[in-house]
């Protein structure tokens, strides 16, 4: 990594990522992606190296201090003819720049993930939280049109930008979907409400953010049918924080009940 002035002087080299020897090393390899500035601090992918071998999501000052290497991808496994790069629980191959929104990084990882065709991933700032938001599904082959095609319904490979409004990314992914020549998607990231009979109570709890995302503005609503007569209301108590969770308990009133989060 460089940093050059606009008038052509002053250029320095900020990082120089180290050797890898069996593909390995505690930085990463062949970084293609731009980098995203925030501060005095550039975020950045590297494809390969990091402890795997497969590439690595870092931080660095503008001034070269400073190097931090946020998450390592792991090792994959499997690889195939038709799953190339093989299978892990986090990606394989971050191609694509990344996403800054608050003290969250999101990206793309190209292959890797539980079926090997890549993953949308968060990542905190400081190296914690790391997350796979998605994991694309495994492919079908067959033929279109006489040309032999891998589909699925979300799409292999994302190996473009996201871009997040609001709670929503946006991504393209190269192959896979209906016709196997790629597809365009977003993941909306919505809290899961988790709710628990316990004796006479019943306990519902829903995560503050996730990702990055926070969940303040979900009202916890319920009703006793769901046909097209359905009145939601808010008569639960407000929620109280524990462990990171919204949590409401309500006494198990013996009758039937339906919960939902409502923005």
Not at 65 to 72: A, C, E, I, Q, R
Not at 148 to 163: A, I, K, M
């Amino acid at each position: 990594m460089f940093g050059v002035n606009t008038d052509g002087t002053g250029f320095t080299n900020l990082h120089s990522f180290t050797a890898t020897p069996g593909l390995t090393n505690s930085d990463g390899a062949s970084p293609q992606a731009g980098l995203i500035l925030s501060g005095n601090t550039l975020y950045g992918t590297a494809t390969g190296g990091g402890s795997s071998g497969w590439g690595t999501v870092f931080a660095i000052n503008t001034n070269g201090t400073g190097f931090k290497t946020l998450h390592s991808f792991t090792a994959t496994t499997g690889a195939s003819g038709v799953n190339q790069y093989g299978a892990n629980s986090d990606g394989a191959l971050p191609y694509a720049p990344l996403v800054l929104s608050g003290n969250t990084l999101y990206g793309t990882a190209t292959a890797g993930g539980t079926s090997g065709n890549g993953t949308v991933f968060a990542v905190n700032t400081d190296g914690t939280g790391f997350t796979v938001l998605h994991t694309f599904t495994p492919t079908v082959y067959g033929t279109i049109d006489g040309l032999p095609v891998d589909t699925n319904s979300d799409g292999t490979y994302p190996d473009g930008t996201l871009t997040l409004s609001g709670n929503t990314l946006y991504g393209t992914a190269s192959h896979g979907g209906t016709n196997g020549q790629g597809t365009v998607f977003s993941i909306f990231i919505q809290p899961q409400l988790t709710i628990i009979p316990s004796g006479p109570y019943v306990i519902l709890a829903w995560p503050t953010n996730y990702a990055g995302f926070s969940y303040s503005a979900y009202t916890l609503e319920s009703t006793t049918n769901l046909g097209s007569s359905a009145v939601w209301s808010t008569n639960s108590p407000p929620p109280v924080v524990i462990g990171g969770d919204n949590v409401v308990i309500n006494a198990a009133s013996g009758k039937q009940q339906f919960y939902r989060l409502s923005q």
